[in-house]
């Protein structure tokens, strides 16, 4: 069964507006989630990580919000670009080294 | 510095057939990890190799499907007989140990298998 529920399953957002992606997991023994974007023919590409000590982490225009008591965490895309355009992949693991990887979110940026 | 070097890109096979697909791990990685991507869905654990070593192998089907990590040369996926459910795109993705290496995965850009 799926380990880690991703929503929307995609998303149109206008050029400069805020996307944001959801996740859930159930096991609590996860202790690391990190976000990945793919882009079409592509491979996944790290975009940016969390741990649960911590509830938001913000690299450049990626913002991760962490819920440990809810357990969910979301990424928000500020400003979004065309460039941004890509599928994005939230996933979680323990302390080893599977990633159990959500469905994914296509995420489209009109100009 | 080459990354993780998949090949083929893209391969077709007949049901029935057999597909190999290959990994080269980034220089100085010695740990390779394989994932499959169906339509539409997250990508899944496969398998995890060390050279000359399968450690993990809980997320390959029980029937079709090996792998191998040689002394010398990449790693192989290997599906005998495929079916129309194996296509999905393949990814591999190297670390340079097993300590935490989800930290330090990277990924290839797969191979995309079609049965026909």
């Known amino acids: 069964q799926q380990q880690v529920k991703q929503s929307p399953q995609s998303l149109i957002v206008q050029k400069g507006g805020i996307s944001i992606i959801n996740c859930a997991y159930e096991?609590?023994?996860?202790?690391?989630f990190p976000w990945y974007q793919q882009f079409p023919g592509k491979g996944p590409a790290l975009l940016i990580a969390i741990r649960p000590d911590v509830s938001e982490k913000k690299e450049g225009r990626f913002t991760i919000s962490f819920n440990k008591s809810a357990k969910q965490f979301s990424l928000h895309i500020m400003d979004s670009q065309p460039g941004d355009s890509a599928t994005y992949f939230c996933?979680?693991?323990?302390?080893?080294?599977?990633?159990?990887f959500g469905a994914g979110t296509t995420v489209t940026v009109r100009a | 510095n080459a990354g993780v070097m998949q090949n083929p890109r893209h391969l077709v096979r007949r049901r029935g057939q057999e597909a190999r697909l290959r990994c080269s791990p980034m220089?100085?990685?010695?740990?390779v990890y394989w994932y499959r991507q169906l339509p539409e869905e997250g990508l899944k654990f496969m398998v995890y190799l060390q050279k000359e070593n399968i450690i993990d192998e809980s997320g390959m089907p029980k029937e079709r499907f090996s792998a191998e990590f040689p002394k010398e040369g990449p790693s192989i996926l290997r599906i005998q007989q495929v079916v129309r459910g194996d296509s999905a795109a393949y990814f591999c993705?190297?670390?340079?140990?097993?300590?935490?290496?989800?930290?330090?995965?990277?990924f290839g850009s797969g191979t995309r298998l079609t049965v026909v």
């Open positions: 096991n609590t023994a996860f202790d690391y």
């Open positions: 996933a979680a693991s323990k302390a080893d080294y599977k990633l159990s």
């Open positions: 220089k100085g990685h010695s740990h």
């Open positions: 993705a190297s670390s340079p140990s097993s300590v935490r290496a989800n930290y330090g995965y990277t």
